[in-house]
């Protein structure tokens, strides 16, 4: 019987270390805090860290290509463009699928504040190379970002583009106004 006890409290520490880690995963996921937090502090041009987030953020920043916003000049073929919805006229992927904006996101900074189970609920429009051409009747400015997961995403205006995870029809438009922070892109 006590050759059991050392690998039962082996196994019991495992299972906590895990349990931690788990937990830990999960904060770094959920960004730690609440969506009023986070929208006041990007805000004031910062953004929610945990400990896990700021240690990505801190190579991040370290790397200039990271940072950087493309111009997108074309080349490529349409990521997006124009439809008319119940909501008037907004930007749409090349399948239709409506695009939205994240309030947490700051123009021009090139990062985008998204990350973790909001890029499940909130899918970011990337391209797998080439810069997007800029839609017919669009006005603003088109350009890409490097995600801290290495992936282009598209920006419009400063600000990175984002589906919606309820919207499963072309025009579809359930993501405006959810949590006061996401809205549908304009042209």
Do not use: H
Not at 145 to 151: E, F, N, Q, V, W
């Amino acid at each position: 019987m006590t050759s059991r006890t050392p690998r039962i409290q082996r196994a019991v520490a495992l299972l906590g270390a895990i349990a931690i880690g788990a937990a830990a995963l999960a904060a770094a996921a959920c960004g730690g805090t609440s969506s009023s937090d986070k929208t006041a502090t990007a805000s004031a041009g910062g953004g929610a860290k945990t400990p896990a987030a700021t240690s990505a953020a801190t190579k991040a920043a370290a790397s200039p290509a990271a940072q950087a916003t493309q111009p997108a000049t074309g080349g490529a073929a349409t990521t997006f463009m124009i439809a008319d919805t119940s909501l008037g006229k907004v930007l749409t992927d090349d399948k239709g699928m409506t695009l939205y904006t994240f309030k947490n996101d700051v123009a021009g900074n090139g990062k985008s504040a998204c990350a973790g189970q909001c890029l499940v609920d909130w899918p970011a429009l990337t391209v797998a190379s080439g810069a997007p051409s800029k839609p017919a009747g669009a006005t603003g400015d088109v350009a890409l970002i490097t995600r801290d997961d290495g992936a282009m995403q598209v920006t419009y205006n400063g600000l990175p583009l984002y589906r919606f995870i309820s919207d499963k029809a072309p025009g579809d438009t359930k993501g405006e106004g959810v949590g006061g922070i996401w809205f549908v892109a304009k042209p």
